[in-house]
C-alpha cells in the first residue's frame, strides 16, 4: 500500500493495491510463509494450456536461480516449479498458447527481495546496452515487465516478486495479427494465477485446487488503473475459473463482501436489474473451457446511484472480498484494496523523450494521459513528478520535478518545477470538478524537456527515471483527502 506522504496529509490518503502487473495481489495476508517445498508437476493446472512441453520441479533448496544475467546465484537457496506450453510448430504460437512459468520460492522474503533489488537494479543498464526492450511496467517494490515487438516473434514477459517468490511468465506469438494488449490481458491472467499458485501452496491446505473469482482489470496498467478506467466506463467483469471445468462452478454460492459487511443481496438485486434490461453479458469462451465471466454495463453517471455495485458510503479505498464454489464444495476466495474516487492514469506505453528519436537537444516529452471519476462528485486535483532517482518515491527528499500549469509565465503551457519550489499540483490556479462517470481517455499530453530550477530553465537529464502520478479529492464529506498513486519507470534521453 502506497502513501503519497510529500503530496497530501499522510492520515488522510488511501492507498492502492500495487500491479501485478499489473495485477492486484490477494491483501489479506497471513504469516510469513515457510520456503515451499510442496511444489508438484500437477501445478500445471493453475495454468490451463493446449500442450505442456516441460513440468519440473525441486523441493529441495540449492543454487536453482539464474540472474538475467545468467549468473547462477549460488548464495541463495531456491525451491523451483517451471513449466513451459507451446503449439507443435512455432509459426502456430499465440500469446495464450505459448506460455512460460518460473517460480523461485526463497527461504526468507528478505532473499526473495535481495534477488528482485538486484534483478531491477540490474535490468535497465542492460535493456539500454543490450536488448532495447519496451518498458511496459516498472515498480522498485517488485514488478517489471517488458515487451519484444519484433515482428513474427512478438516476446513479453514479466518478473513479478511475491512473498518470498520470483514469478517469471513470458509469452509469444508468431503472428503480427495479435497486438500487444492481447498479449497484455494474457500475461494479467498468468501471473494471478501465478500468484495464486504461491499463496495457496503457503497455506498448507491440500485444498489448492479450487475455484477463483477475480474483478478483470486492463493488462496495459496495474490492476487498480484498469479497475478505475474501466468502471468509470460503465464496464465491470467478474471472472471465474475451475480447473475441473466451468460447468462444475456453482454461482449459488456467490459472496460478495465490502467493509466485512455481506453485500450480496445487493449485488444479486443489481445484477437481475441489468439482466432485464439487456445489460448483463454471460462469457463462456471456446478456447477457456475452465472460465466463465458476466459482464455488467453500468451507467457510469449512476456509479454512486442506482448502479452502486459495491455499494461504497463515500470516496477512499475499501476492502472488497468475492467467493465462490464449485459443486464438489471447493471455495475460492479474493481479497482486494480498491480505491474509488477521482484518479488520473499515465498509459504505460505511451511515454515518450522525442531527444531519444530525433537527437534534439530541447525536444519535447510525449505521453498519454487518462483522467475520470468512479466514486462520488468531487472537487480534485493532479499531481505529476518525475525523479531520477529509482529508490521508492516515500525516499525522495529533494531533487525531482513536478508538472504544473499556468504557474510562471506562458498561458495554458505545461512546466517542470524543482522541489526547490515545492511540490507543485498540476492545477495551481484552481482544482476541476469530477462529477461521478468522468472519463477521459488517451488524452495526448506535451511538455517541454526544460525544468525550472533557481530562476533559471535547464534540460532534464538523461537515463532512467521514476514518473509518480496521482489524484486527490479535495471535496468534504465525501471522501477528502481520499487518492489514488501510481508510478512506473521512464527513460530520459538529455544531457548527461
Known amino acids: ?27 489479506a495476508r497471513a504469516a ?55 503449439p507443435t510448430l512455432t509459426v502456430d504460437r499465440r500469446f495464450w498458447n505459448s506460455v512460460g512459468v518460473s517460480l523461485f520460492s ?27 526492450y519496451d518498458v511496459l511496467h516498472a515498480e522498485p517494490l517488485g514488478l517489471i ?22 514469478i517469471s511468465v513470458v509469452l509469444h506469438s508468431a ?16 501471473v494471478v494465477r501465478a500468484i495464486e499458485l504461491v499463496e495457496a501452496r503457503c497455506s498448507g491446505s491440500s485444498n489448492i485446487y479450487a475455484p477463483t473469482i477475480a474483478i478483470e482489470g486492463e493488462f496495459g496498467m496495474p490492476h487498480q488503473a484498469g479497475f478505475q478506467r474501466r468502471l468509470a466506463a460503465g464496464k465491470l467483469v467478474i471472472v471465474a475459473t475451475n480447473q475441473g471445468g466451468r460447468d462444475e462452478l456453482d454461482w449459488s454460492t456467490f459472496r460478495l463482501f465490502v467493509a466485512g459487511v455481506d453485500k450480496t443481496g445487493h449485488v444479486l438485486q443489481l445484477i437481475n436489474h441489468l439482466a432485464s434490461r439487456g445489460r448483463l453479458k454471460h462469457g463462456v469462451p471456446d478456447d477457456q473451457p475452465n472460465t466463465e465471466s458476466y459482464e455488467l454495463q453500468l451507467d457510469p453517471s449512476q456509479l454512486t446511484g442506482d448502479h452502486n455495485f459495491f455499494n461504497i458510503a463515500f470516496n477512499g479505498t475499501w476492502p472488497v472480498q468475492l467467493r465462490l464454489c464449485n459443486r464438489s464444495g471447493l471455495c ?86 524543482h522541489s526547490s519550489y515545492g511540490v507543485q499540483p498540476v492545477f495551481h490556479k484552481a ?57 512506473m519507470v521512464v527513460r530520459l534521453c538529455g544531457p548527461k
Open 1 to 27: 500500500m502506497s502513501r503519497i506522504g510529500w503530496l497530501v496529509d499522510l492520515g488522510r490518503v488511501a492507498g492502492w493495491c500495487l500491479a501485478l502487473l499489473v495485477a492486484c495481489a490477494p491483501s
Open 32 to 86: 510469513e510463509c515457510p520456503q515451499i517445498t510442496s511444489w508438484s508437476t500437477q501445478d500445471t493446472a493453475f495454468f490451463p494450456v493446449q500442450r505442456v512441453t516441460r513440468a519440473e520441479r525441486s523441493n529441495t533448496p540449492g543454487p536453482n536461480y539464474f540472474t538475467l544475467l545468467g549468473e547462477q546465484e549460488r548464495t541463495l537457496r531456491t525451491t523451483y516449479f517451471v513449466m513451459t506450453a507451446g
Open 106 to 132: 526463497f527461504a526468507s522474503e528478505a532473499d526473495a527481495k535481495a534477488m528482485f533489488r538486484r534483478e531491477y537494479t540490474s535490468f535497465f543498464p542492460l535493456n539500454d546496452a543490450r536488448w532495447g
Open 145 to 166: 515487465a517488458w515487451y519484444d515487438k519484433t515482428p513474427g516473434a512478438q516476446e513479453i514477459q514479466a518478473i513479478r516478486l511475491h512473498r518470498h517468490t520470483l
Open 175 to 190: 503472428t503480427a495479427t495479435e497486438t500487444l494488449q492481447q498479449g497484455l490481458d494474457e500475461l494479467e491472467k498468468r
Open 332 to 417: 475460492g476466495q479474493t481479497d482486494y484494496q480498491l480505491y474509488f474516487g477521482p484518479f488520473l492514469v499515465i498509459d504505460p506505453y505511451s511515454f515518450e523523450d522525442r531527444r531519444c528519436l530525433d537527437g534534439s537537444a530541447n525536444g519535447p516529452i510525449l505521453f498519454k494521459a487518462s483522467w475520470g471519476n468512479h466514486g462520488h462528485s468531487s472537487v480534485s486535483n493532479f499531481y505529476v513528478a518525475l525523479s531520477p532517482s529509482l529508490a521508492p518515491w516515500e525516499s525522495w527528499v529533494d531533487n525531482f520535478y513536478t508538472l504544473t500549469l499556468d504557474l510562471v509565465a506562458v498561458e495554458g503551457k505545461l512546466h517542470w518545477m
Open 431 to 487: 482544482p476541476v470538478d469530477l462529477p461521478t462517470g468522468t472519463l477521459v481517455s488517451g488524452y495526448a499530453v506535451s511538455t517541454p524537456s526544460l525544468a525550472w530550477n533557481a530562476g533559471n530553465r535547464v534540460l532534464l537529464g538523461a537515463g532512467s527515471h521514476s514518473l509518480v502520478y496521482g489524484a486527490v479529492d479535495l471535496s468534504p464529506g465525501l471522501g477528502e483527502g481520499a487518492a489514488w498513486l501510481g508510478s
